[in-house]
């Protein structure tokens, strides 16, 4: 089986994680200044705080904007649900708007749109990787006095036309390090933010940092990120741009296997200088294919695959919680229904992107047959 994704580690991992056990400081140690000032040096941002996951971070960068109950945020339906969760896990309120259909990421002018009153926010998402048009954001940002909130956990390596690495503009954003990320530390994200004091303290039991252990200034969180896992991030940050590159060749790769299977959308090129940090290589079936039946066509022949991204506002939480339902963001809900994520991993090779292809091409071409 071609698995979905499939984390490169090796000597210095083993090494940097050693280091860590044996110093018998497994939390709060060095090794998390080591990653969050590495990672900030990587990124060309002043500084980052490392957190456990890019949900946690995606929490604490929503609270330091200054949410409060009742506010509402102009976010999109297509991405995980946790950049939606975030906002409701602050009583505020998530306002989807659709998307761009070449990008597949929010589309500023339904954004715009979307903006009335009690809006105080904005969260794109820079969804597979490929940059939000986040300068048309930062516009509207400023006419109507909104905060922005940038979603990168999938944009690890991915760069705005105006030479900008994705999540370094200066608006608050978060990365994530889950398994199938860029780059992982298992579970973890990191939080760039001018706000570092503030997100140090809350996730950290809201204990400021001169105060002892017991003592806490305002409501914190444990999303405190070991000191283990930093020390995965140190070793993977060192090998990014090889990493990056390999998925960059291995989605060259596919879209040479597949350029030929009519009726399949590839992810889109760059353009315009925007430049796509590679995270997962999803493809859009051709309408009224049976997405089911083609996953399951593709498991019996080797090849993992699923549905990627279903969108947020049709889950089942949020129709219950906001009441949304069909129809509301047709491309989106488009896009939502015929994709699928191929095995997408650094070390894929040649001929395992030929194995997918081949199997692709099998499974669609028979079942647009019958
Ligand atoms: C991975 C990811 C996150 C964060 O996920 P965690 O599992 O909490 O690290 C957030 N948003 C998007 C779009 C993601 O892909």
């Known amino acids: 089986m071609i698995p979905l994704a499939k984390p490169v580690l090796g000597q210095r991992e083993e090494e940097l994680v050693l280091e860590v056990l044996r110093s018998g400081r497994l939390s709060l140690g060095p090794m998390l200044a080591r990653f969050e000032e590495a990672f900030a040096e990587w990124l060309g941002v002043p ?14 960068a929503v609270r330091a904007a200054g949410i409060e109950a009742g506010d509402e945020v102009v976010t999109t339906p297509f991405s995980f649900v946790s950049s939606a969760n975030c906002i409701v896990y602050e009583r505020a309120k998530p306002v989807f708007c659709d998307i761009d259909p070449r990008t597949l990421d929010i589309d500023p002018g339904a954004a715009a749109a979307a903006v009335s009153e009690r809006t105080t926010g904005l969260l794109p998402v820079h969804i597979f990787g490929y940059p939000a048009d986040v300068p048309a954001l930062e516009r509207i940002a400023a006419e109507r006095g909104l905060w922005v909130v ?6 690890l390596g991915a760069r705005h036309a105006d030479g900008k690495a994705v999540g370094a503009r200066g608006n608050q954003a978060v990365f994530a390090f889950y398994a199938n990320k860029q780059i992982t530390t298992g579970e973890g994200g990191i939080v760039v933010s001018e706000h570092k004091a503030r997100i140090d303290s ?9 105060m002892g252990w017991l003592d806490h200034d305002r409501l914190g969180f444990n999303y405190r990120l070991s000191d283990l896992a930093c020390a995965l991030g140190v070793a993977q940050l060192e090998r ?8 960059a060749h291995v989605a060259a790769m596919y879209g040479q296997a597949l350029a030929e299977l009519e009726g399949i959308e590839l992810p889109c090129p760059d353009q ?7 995270f997962v290589y999803v493809i859009q079936l051709p309408r009224g294919a049976d997405r089911d039946a083609t996953i399951e066509a593709l498991r019996e022949r080797g090849v993992d695959s699923k549905p990627y991204l279903p969108a947020i506002h049709l889950m089942s939480f949020y129709r219950e919680r906001f009441g949304h339902r069909e129809g509301e963001f047709p491309v ?7 994709s699928i994520a191929l095995p997408f991993f650094p070390q894929m090779t040649e001929g395992e992107v030929a194995r997918v292809a081949e199997a692709l091409e099998q499974v669609v071409y028979a079942s647009s047959r019958s």
């Open 150 to 155: 940038e979603d990168a956990c999938e944009a």
């Open 47 to 60: 500084k980052a705080s490392a957190v456990s996951s890019g949900t946690a971070g995606l929490h604490l």
């Open 202 to 210: 809350e996730r950290n039991q809201g204990r400021a940092a001169d």
């Open 240 to 247: 990014a741009g090889d990493l990056l590159a390999a998925r």
């Open 332 to 338: 989106a809900e488009d896009v939502a229904a015929r």
């Open 272 to 278: 315009g200088g925007d430049r796509r940090g590679w």
